[in-house]
């Protein structure tokens, strides 16, 4: 328990093992350089960030529950390769990030020894669970899924998104739903390998969501924890050419047949949601938000 950082580093902190609690009313864990998680079972509450690095994060492995923070994880080159990583954060949940974010604790993460060239999200493995209200994914930079699986019920204001990336988010392997409000959307990238389709439907906290194809098999689900005016699911079992139906507690919402890389029927912000893949989103230029 600390009345400011909980780990602090001017180096590195690596965690091997071991069942680590903290409460801090500033970073729960902070290096000005890299922090490294091998193992270990990790309960952070903080006032700010539950894990920053200056420069890397990588995580190996392990059971991460961050249950209070500002932004949950932060660094400006973040790898996951695997562990179960849960993230509750009254701002930014993963954030990839050039330090111009403002605090929680009234000041900046320095980022000072960072190649701001390098920013990127990148998740090979693992079970990651984001429920943020600011941006769920953020990347001042690109993300990169390869692998793992990962959940993200996103904000209910229009003024953030489930997604936020400046240059591309690229699905190659793992799954990923998410779901939120649609004024700062963002769908995977068309250079992505593997296939999403994008709903735009509204519901409320507590519907259980049902992706089936058309012979009737169930490609996702989840029951969702707020209000949501789109849902986006990718994962290894969409086809090109077949057609899902996505039902709400039961009924059918509408179906779509794959017939690109993102297939959406949104239109948010003026714009399709297919086409919503850069960094300028419902025409405002995002700058480190």
């Given amino acids: 328990s600390a009345s400011s950082k909980g780990l602090k580093a001017g180096k590195e902190i690596t965690i091997n093992s071991g069942t680590i609690s903290i409460t801090s009313t500033d970073d729960s864990i902070h290096s000005n350089y890299y922090v490294i998680i091998n193992d270990g079972k990790l309960t952070l509450s903080s006032g700010d960030d539950g894990i920053h690095?200056?420069?890397?994060?990588?995580?190996?492995?392990?059971?991460?529950?961050?249950?209070?923070?500002?932004?949950?994880?932060?660094?400006?080159?973040?790898?996951?390769?695997?562990?179960?990583?849960?993230?509750?954060?009254?701002?930014?949940?993963?954030n990839v990030s050039g330090g111009n974010d403002q605090s929680a604790m009234g000041g900046r993460d320095n980022f000072s020894n960072v190649n701001t060239g390098n920013r990127k999200l990148v998740i090979n493995g693992g079970k990651i669970y984001v429920n943020s209200?600011?941006?769920?994914?953020?990347?001042n930079g690109s993300i990169e899924?390869?692998?793992?699986?990962?959940?993200?019920?996103?904000?209910?204001?229009?003024?953030?998104?489930?997604?936020?990336?400046?240059?591309?988010?690229?699905?190659?392997?793992?799954s990923i739903i998410y779901y939120g409000a649609t004024g700062m959307w963002q769908n995977p990238s068309t250079s992505s390998k593997q296939y999403s389709i994008c709903f735009g439907v509204s519901g409320k906290a507590g519907d259980e969501i049902v992706l089936k194809d058309s012979n009737g098999n169930t490609v996702a689900s989840i029951k969702t924890e707020k209000t949501y005016g789109a849902v986006t699911i990718s994962n290894s079992s969409l086809k090109q050419g077949e057609t899902y139906t996505l039902y709400i507690n039961g009924t059918s919402s509408g179906s779509q047949t794959i017939s690109s890389i993102v297939t959406s029927n949104l239109t948010a912000g003026g714009m399709?949601?297919?086409?919503?893949?850069?960094?300028?989103?419902?025409?405002?230029?995002?700058?480190?938000?």
């Fill in 133 to 139: 209200d600011g941006d769920g994914l953020d990347a």
């Fill in 145 to 174: 899924l390869n692998g793992g699986e990962v959940i993200v019920p996103g904000t209910t204001s229009n003024g953030n998104g489930a997604l936020d990336y400046d240059n591309s988010f690229t699905v190659n392997g793992g």
């Fill in 272 to 289: 399709n949601g297919g086409q919503m893949n850069g960094g300028n989103r419902g025409g405002q230029n995002r700058q480190n938000m």
């Fill in 53 to 94: 690095a200056d420069t890397n994060i990588k995580i190996n492995g392990g059971t991460i529950d961050i249950i209070k923070s500002y932004e949950g994880i932060e660094a400006n080159y973040i790898e996951i390769n695997d562990g179960d990583i849960s993230v509750v954060a009254s701002d930014d949940g993963i």
